[in-house]
């Protein structure tokens, strides 16, 4: 019972060529977060929406966008790959209200090599 | 600044015990969470502490000092399948997951 999916699992673009990821969720929570993660580091966070609020963090580079069309799904458009941008892309879920933080509940993950 | 501090590895024997400390310094504090993570996956939740004292899950355990910016998450019985990194992420005021580096463990038969 895949509750937050995405997709593709592994991504292979070339240099500056866009790409797009995406995920959905069965969990009907009101956040969605995107991670990016390197190998041996800790998840950085990209982007989130708090139901249809956009909150982007300073330092995610302007190459990097996201949308959010509905309360399932989620996509994180990377308009010019770089080699630095080749990692680990986790989109996440959780419900959050004022006073109360739920748990986050990851996909799998989409890992993008840039050639 | 916001601060989540664990070991970067270490190695613990097939059946023994083993505690992973995380000591963090945020701009408020919602609660602190423990996830693992195995080698080219994704993080899956093991718990939560928000308040002090100490939440027993099966084999796995967890301590939070929120005076002491303080906490470990505690693993019994070890067995191989439990190789993997941990990471200790802590919910600041606004309620944004900070996140610490992660602790790979390693288990050795």
């Known amino acids: 019972d895949a509750m937050v999916i995405q997709n593709p699992r592994y991504q292979v673009t070339q240099f500056g060529k866009p790409v797009t990821l995406s995920c959905s969720q069965t969990?009907?929570?009101?956040?969605m977060y995107w991670y990016q993660q390197k190998s041996s580091q800790a998840p950085k966070l990209l982007f989130h929406y708090y139901d249809k609020d956009f909150n982007n963090e300073a330092d995610t580079p302007d190459n990097f966008q996201s949308r959010r069309p509905n309360t399932s799904f989620c996509f994180l458009d990377i308009r010019s790959p770089g080699l630095g941008d080749a990692a680990m892309y986790l989109c996440a879920t959780s419900r959050v209200s004022e006073r109360n933080i739920d748990t986050q509940y990851f996909g799998p993950g989409t890992r993008l090599t840039v050639l | 600044g916001q601060n989540i501090d664990q070991p970067t590895e270490m190695t613990a024997t097939e059946g023994a015990i083993v505690q992973i400390n995380c000591t963090y310094q945020t701009s408020g504090f919602n609660g602190l969470f423990w996830y693992q993570q195995h080698a080219g996956e994704a993080p899956t939740f093991l718990s939560y502490?928000?308040l002090d004292g100490l939440e027993e899950k099966g084999r796995f355990s967890s301590f939070l000092s929120r005076s002491k910016g303080y906490s470990y998450l505690l693993l019994k019985e070890l067995q191989m399948k439990d190789s993997a990194s941990y990471l200790c992420a802590v919910a600041d005021s606004n309620y944004q997951l900070i996140w610490g580096a992660g602790t790979k463990l390693i288990i050795k038969p």
């Open positions: 969990l009907n929570h009101n956040v």
């Open positions: 502490n928000v």
